[in-house]
């Protein structure tokens, strides 16, 4: 029916996304949204330093050419020309341990041949461990990430199966698994697992090309959303919290985090006894941000081994800082549930030393600011049997939606997952049947 009202609760990627499916298809859409701005998780703000006024992302996000919702918003937000995305997948990794740099860069042939000599020629697993790693990687090409049996599994205790030591699992495994599920393998689902080197690694040889925002990233979502729904006529709430669904509206999409979500539905609304959203669970992300007086890494960004640092990144023109004046460093930390409640003189006692061994440079260079932005609750939990606690768009009363990247999209908590729920949320409003494949939720 066009023309009904729809309400929608949270402005993240996935509320802005049906938000502006759903104005696009003709429905009258409000969007209210419990913050001074839109954007969810995914913000900035401004700080001023000595090295001067920068702006500084809750997080650095990084996404992958097979991304392709995501990317669509940005087109629809007309703000694509603001990321950079690699022509061919190339990441730099660099060891605490020794001064060489290994490259894991994909060639031109087809999946999963692409790989393969980056794979051989990967300096930081013994060439054993290579041949193996090659084994079990074309093993989880054939894992089933649908079948209910496969959630429940651990990625690590299936790896170990596969005669992936510690080593490898450090040096090739986690270093992608744990920047993308937020878990460690030990303690990852192992169908979330094989969707992201399914997707992004196994099946085509473009997608795991890697894309990063050249601007805060409030500029890129936030900001973009705004102007974008105001043109397609969506009335925008902002500073508005909800506390209970209005009944006012034909449709409400509820767009918030689990537990919130969970507060706000009907009791009878899912098929999930109570208590769901804190068995879902979350986990936390924390990003170190070190501005120093020069510039010490010469790439976009780097990942670490024989390190906790796991992926660095130059942040200095997304921040505004003047590269004379120095370079901006931002060390994102997944899986960060030991480092959470650190305080950030203890972080940096901590990190430098680090940087100081990924990044020889960094040792002689003065610092001219250090600070920490921790997100608690920055992703669903990836665990094992995780899935079952990830509800589907449509729920059981009529007319009342979810959207959210921990919603059952198939994917970990990505944008593509929140922009992908967004999607199906749009389809559900609009009565179409959404179904659910090996890709995540499409219309
Ligand atoms: C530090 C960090 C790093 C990350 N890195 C990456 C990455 O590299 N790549 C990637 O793809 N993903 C990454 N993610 C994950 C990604 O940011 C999220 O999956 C995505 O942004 C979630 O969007 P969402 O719309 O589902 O939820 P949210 O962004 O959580 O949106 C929910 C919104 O609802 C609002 N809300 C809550 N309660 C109410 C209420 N009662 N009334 C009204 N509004 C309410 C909230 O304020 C919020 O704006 C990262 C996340 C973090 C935190």
């Known amino acids: 029916m066009a023309g009904g009202t729809v309400l929608v609760v949270g402005g993240g990627l996935a509320g802005i996304t049906a938000a502006l499916g759903l104005a696009d298809a003709g429905r009258s859409v409000t969007l209210v949204e419990a913050r001074p701005r839109l954007g969810g998780l995914t913000h900035s703000f401004r700080r001023s330093s ?28 007309g703000v694509s020309d603001l990321v950079s995305l690699q022509p061919r997948m190339d990441i730099p990794v660099r060891s605490g341990a020794s001064p060489r740099v290994a490259r894991l860069r994909r060639s031109a042939l087809p999946a999963p041949l692409h790989l393969a000599g980056a794979l051989a020629a990967y300096r930081w697993l013994p060439p054993a461990a290579r041949v193996s790693a090659a084994r079990a990687a074309l093993a989880l090409g054939s ?20 005669g992936q030591g510690p080593r490898a699992v450090e040096a090739l495994w986690d270093l992608v698994g744990v920047a993308t599920l937020n878990a460690p393998a030990e303690r990852a689902s192992l169908a979330l697992a094989a969707t992201v080197f399914q997707l992004g690694l196994l099946e085509s040889n473009d997608a795991g090309d890697i894309g990063w925002v050249r601007v805060p990233l409030q500029r890129l979502h936030g900001d973009a959303a705004a102007r974008a729904l105001a043109a397609a006529g969506v009335r925008v709430e902002l500073r508005t919290r909800v506390g209970r669904l209005p009944t006012t509206y034909d449709d409400v999409v509820v767009a918030t985090g689990p537990a919130v979500s969970e507060d706000l539905l009907p009791g009878d609304a ?47 023109a ?126």
């Open 143 to 162: 894992v089933d990430p649908d079948d209910p049996a496969v959630d429940e599994e651990s990625f690590g205790r299936w790896l170990a199966r596969r």
């Open 50 to 77: 000595r090295a001067g006024d920068l702006w500084v992302d809750n997080g650095q996000h990084v996404f992958l050419r097979c991304c392709t919702s995501y990317r669509r918003l940005l087109d629809r937000l």
């Open 318 to 443: 997304g921040s505004g800082l003047d590269p004379a004046t120095g370079q901006y460093l931002a060390l994102s930390l997944s899986a960060a549930e030991e480092l959470l409640g650190r305080s950030v003189a203890e972080l940096r006692e901590w990190t430098l030393p680090e940087l100081g061994r990924l990044l020889p440079r960094s040792r002689s260079a003065r610092v001219l600011d250090f600070f920490v932005t921790r997100e608690p609750q920055a992703t669903f939990r990836a665990a094992p049997g995780s899935r079952k606690w990830r509800p589907a768009t449509a729920t059981r009363l009529p007319g009342l939606h979810l959207a959210g990247a921990w919603t059952d999209t198939g994917w970990p908590a990505t944008m593509e997952g929140a922009v992908r729920s967004g999607e199906a949320a749009v389809a559900s409003v609009l009565g179409r049947r959404t179904e659910r494949t090996a890709l995540g939720a499409t219309a």
């Open 270 to 316: 899912l098929d999930l006894a109570p208590g769901w959203s804190a068995r879902l669970g979350s986990s936390p992300i924390v990003n170190v941000h070190v501005v120093l007086d020069s510039a010490v890494l010469d790439e976009p960004f780097v990942a670490a081994v024989d390190s906790p640092l796991q992926w660095v990144f130059d942040r200095t």
